[in-house]
């Protein structure tokens, strides 16, 4: 519903861990032949504003923002416009560079972080509205105005329950918001409880709500969500071609053979990502400056292929697709494309 409006202002992080997957592989791309996927990692989404609401819904503290960016991954990964870095990756850049809540707040940090994943954006965001639509205010309610609340759980009276999120996308070479987009939903039926509404829900356990998950999207405020995640979603997509695709050049060594895996001295502040395949090569001559006595020319066979299977920070491993006999200081580049 809403459309995705570029934006010339810094950027604006909040502070929330970061998220993502990309285990399954996305149905049919409608990437097309546009060139190269844009890359891109999701933050979870920021739910203070609506903390108190969500407690009340569900009668303790739930990540819904870890929910719902879970959901709004698997809409992306299911489309297959854009390439999403995997939760775990994420989870691993953010323990070994020793990330607080207020580092990814600062937009340096979010820069940096992009450029170690090796991503084209960013996306950040905030649930804005996570409760019911009733135009009563019940005992314990937030303000007094008619309307929409944004809190749920306050009254008995039948209500709908309506969810509001917001996003932008960070550029993380320059900080700037290059795209923002919104997404709302409302429950089609009504119910005198948010968690209520319908099918056989069976709650949650560790402070967790699986909200991919139809006994959970049974419920009215499960059917909300489902909903604003779909219209934020269509935003993103629809707005693809305002992310600008970083062209990484990988150029490395190969650092051990140990048996059928190949230990690269590259990995994600190179741009290196699982899934690449890259050439390898091994210099056979060099031709140097007479007066200088400088390299001036290689001389280069191809030994193989590899394709790489895990990536860190400075390394990465690769399995063989093609070729043998790899040794130590083979130089390893992209395959163009």
Same mark, same amino acid.
């Given at each position: 519903?809403?459309?995705?409006?570029?934006?010339?202002?810094?950027?604006?992080?909040?502070?929330?861990?970061?998220?993502?997957?990309?285990?399954?592989?996305?149905?049919?791309?409608?990437?097309?032949?546009?060139?190269?996927?844009?890359?891109?990692?999701?933050?979870?989404?920021?739910?203070?504003?609506?903390?108190?609401?969500?407690?009340?819904?569900?009668?303790?503290?739930?990540?819904?923002?870890?929910?719902?960016?879970?959901?709004?991954?698997?809409?992306?990964?299911?489309?297959?416009?854009?390439?999403?870095?995997?939760?775990?990756?994420?989870?691993?850049?953010?323990?070994?560079?020793?990330?607080?809540?207020?580092?990814?707040?600062?937009?340096?940090?979010?820069?940096?972080?992009?450029?170690?994943?090796?991503?084209?954006?960013?996306?950040?965001?905030?649930?804005?509205?996570?409760?019911?639509?009733?135009?009563?205010?019940?005992?314990?309610?937030?303000?007094?105005?008619?309307?929409?609340?944004?809190?749920?759980?306050?009254?008995?009276?039948?209500?709908?329950?309506?969810?509001?999120?917001?996003?932008?996308?960070?550029?993380?070479?320059?900080?700037?918001?290059?795209?923002?987009?919104?997404?709302?939903?409302?429950?089609?039926?009504?119910?005198?409880?948010?968690?209520?509404?319908?099918?056989?829900?069976?709650?949650?356990?560790?402070?967790?709500?699986?909200?991919?998950?139809?006994?959970?999207?049974?419920?009215?405020?499960?059917?909300?969500?489902?909903?604003?995640?779909?219209?934020?979603?269509?935003?993103?997509?629809?707005?693809?071609?305002?992310?600008?695709?970083?062209?990484?050049?990988?150029?490395?060594?190969?650092?051990?053979?140990?048996?059928? @895996?190949?230990?690269?001295? *590259? %990995?994600?502040?190179?741009? #290196?990502? +699982?899934? !690449?395949?890259?050439? $390898?090569?091994? /210099?056979?001559?060099?031709?140097?400056?007479?007066?200088?006595?400088?390299?001036?020319? @290689?001389?280069?066979?191809? *030994? %193989?292929?590899?394709?790489? #299977?895990? +990536?860190? !920070?400075?390394?990465? $491993?690769?399995? /063989?697709?093609?070729?043998?006999?790899?040794?130590?200081?083979?130089?390893?580049?992209?395959?163009?494309?």
């Amino acid at each position: 519903m809403n459309t995705m409006r570029s934006a010339l202002c810094g950027v604006l992080v909040a502070p929330f861990a970061v998220a993502v997957l990309g285990a399954q592989a996305p149905a049919a791309s409608t990437a097309g032949s546009a060139g190269p996927r844009v890359r891109i990692a999701v933050l979870d989404f920021d739910y203070a504003t609506v903390h108190s609401g969500v407690s009340a819904i569900f009668g303790q503290n739930v990540d819904v923002g870890r929910g719902i960016t879970d959901l709004l991954v698997t809409h992306l990964v299911e489309d297959g416009t854009y390439s999403v870095i995997e939760r775990q990756a994420l989870d691993r850049i953010l323990a070994e560079q020793n990330f607080s809540n207020s580092d990814r707040a600062d937009s340096s940090t979010a820069a940096r972080l992009g450029q170690l994943l090796g991503v084209d954006a960013i996306i950040v965001g905030s649930i804005t509205q996570f409760g019911n639509d009733t135009r009563t205010t019940g005992v314990g309610g937030v303000g007094g105005a008619l309307g929409r609340v944004g809190l749920g759980g306050f009254n008995q009276k039948r209500s709908k329950a309506v969810v509001a999120v917001t996003a932008r996308l960070i550029d993380v070479n320059t900080g700037e918001i290059l795209a923002t987009a919104g997404g709302e939903g409302e429950s089609k039926r009504t119910s005198t409880s948010m968690a209520g509404g319908g099918g056989s829900w069976r709650g949650f356990g560790a402070g967790g709500v699986n909200f991919g998950s139809s006994d959970f999207q049974n419920t009215i405020i499960g059917e909300a969500v489902k909903a604003a995640v779909e219209d934020l979603s269509a935003d993103v997509i629809a707005d693809r071609e305002r992310v600008p695709t970083r062209v990484v050049t990988v150029e490395g060594l190969v650092a051990a053979v140990l048996g059928d @895996q190949i230990i690269l001295n *590259v %990995g994600s502040q190179a741009g #290196v990502k +699982v899934g !690449d395949q890259l050439s $390898v090569q091994r /210099v056979t001559e060099e031709v140097k400056d007479p007066a200088t006595g400088k390299i001036i020319h @290689q001389v280069s066979s191809q *030994v %193989g292929i590899l394709r790489v #299977v895990e +990536v860190r !920070d400075v390394s990465a $491993v690769a399995a /063989v697709v093609s070729g043998t006999g790899f040794q130590v200081k083979d130089v390893v580049r992209s395959i163009a494309k």
